[in-house]
C-alpha cells in the first residue's frame, strides 16, 4: 500500500489550493478515504472524509463551505480542494486510508501566510 500526497505549498490567505493524494497497491474503490492535518504543536485531526460508494462525505466544522473532498477510482486519486485560506489553515496535511489496517502518506506541507 502506497499513498503519495502532493500539491502542497505557500499561498496567501484568502487563497486556494488543491491537494492530490495518489493510491495503489489496494483495490482503491472498496476503501473511503480521508484527510487529515497536524499543526505545529497540535494533535493530528481530520479534516474531510469521503465514503468508497455514493460519493458521501463528511468535513470538520472548521473547514465546511472551504474545503471540498472528491474521489476518482478509476485513477485511484483523492483530492482535497481548498478555498478561502486561512492562517490556521497551515498544517501538515496527510492522505489515509480508512478501514484495518489504515495507512498514511508521508504529508505535505500547506502553509498560509503573507
Known amino acids: 500500500v502506497q499513498l503519495v500526497e502532493s500539491g502542497g505549498g505557500l499561498v496567501q490567505p484568502g487563497g486556494s489550493l488543491r491537494l492530490s493524494c495518489a493510491a495503489s497497491?489496494?483495490?482503491?474503490?472498496?476503501?473511503?478515504m480521508s484527510w487529515y492535518r497536524q499543526a505545529p504543536g497540535k494533535e493530528r485531526e481530520l479534516v474531510a472524509r469521503?465514503?468508497?460508494?455514493?460519493?458521501?462525505?463528511a468535513y470538520a466544522d472548521s473547514v465546511k463551505g472551504r474545503f471540498t473532498i472528491s474521489r476518482d477510482n478509476a485513477k485511484k486519486m483523492v483530492y482535497l480542494q481548498m478555498n478561502s485560506l486561512k492562517s490556521e489553515d497551515t498544517a501538515v496535511y496527510f492522505c489515509?486510508?480508512?478501514?484495518?489496517?489504515?495507512?498514511w502518506g508521508q504529508g505535505t506541507q500547506v502553509t498560509v501566510s503573507l
Open positions: 489515509r486510508r480508512e478501514g484495518l489496517p489504515n495507512f
Open positions: 497497491g489496494f483495490t482503491f474503490s472498496n476503501y473511503g
Open positions: 469521503i465514503l468508497s460508494v455514493g460519493g458521501i462525505t
